[in-house]
């Protein structure tokens, strides 16, 4: 299916470039994975800060490598309880952008500090994350623990995008998989 990249008026202009955007939810508010609680007025507070932080493979402590680079945030918004956002990813991540293509992948989470309190909520203890201090990347993950996902994947070429149907890939994913499997046995 073809479609017109992104409106001039909606963000950066993407339609200069040849390269792989990716769209979906960066953060979602409410519980995580990991005992860690994120407001909705936190989710809004960060969004600004979000534009331009880089994206990187898998989380890692410490300094990055060059070589687990992925792509930039162009753009962030709060949609709802949650924090969308388009990324461009770089050329030099061809096996991430294959695997997002098939369906293989497609976890996204937040590296960064924040302050944080414990409070009683919904019957469970939880941290909660009052602000988010220091946003350090965006992070391409196996298993995101707040609610970070890519959505949406847009090959852009001048001026014209192929959106790819998660949904679809997402049924094609076990015939995908068994063919690996096959391939490689």
Partial sequence: MNRIALEA???PDLRSGVGLIVEGTLLAAGP???GTWYPVSTLQEAVPR???VPCYLDHQVGSRSVRDVAGVVEAAWFDQDR???RIRLTASQPAL????KEGLAGGLSIAGTGVTRLASLDGAMWRVVESLTDIQS???VTVPAAGGQVEQLFESVATSAEEID???LAGR???TRAWLLQQHS
């Fill in 9 to 11: 008026d909606s963000g």
């Fill in 32 to 34: 995580s994975r990991n």
């Fill in 50 to 52: 979000l534009r331009g």
């Fill in 83 to 85: 924090i969308r956002g």
């Fill in 97 to 100: 952008a294959t695997l997002l």
């Fill in 138 to 140: 965006v992070d391409f």
């Fill in 166 to 168: 998660l949904v679809a």
């Fill in 173 to 175: 994913r076990r015939e």
